[in-house]
């Protein structure tokens, strides 16, 4: 794993994320609105040369080898399962 930066909400993002990680920073900060996220921040690290971009609440926006962008967070998926989703 290589470390990349910090960075706030709604700023911009690190040169060397590709426009569809962009997009999907963008969106998922779009999905906030109304929240307070001035003190947020984005963390960027490479992982086997590809970004992995987490928000202090736990987002995590990863890219796979295939180039497939996958959004998840682990907290709020959690709560939405149920018994039968094991």
């Known amino acids: 794993m290589q470390l990349g930066t910090r960075w706030n909400v709604g700023a911009d993002t690190p040169p060397r994320l590709t426009p569809d990680v962009v997009e ?18 984005w963390t960027l690290t490479w992982l086997e040369g590809r970004p992995v971009v987490e ?23 959690d709560e939405d399962r149920n018994e039968d989703d094991y």
Request: proline share 0%; hydrophobic share 45%.
């Open 55 to 77: 928000l202090d609440d736990g987002t995590t926006i990863r890219v796979n080898a295939a180039g497939v962008i996958t959004v998840r967070n682990d907290e709020v998926d």
């Open 24 to 41: 999907a920073v963008r969106a998922v900060e779009a999905r906030l609105a109304g929240v307070d996220t001035t003190q947020w921040r």
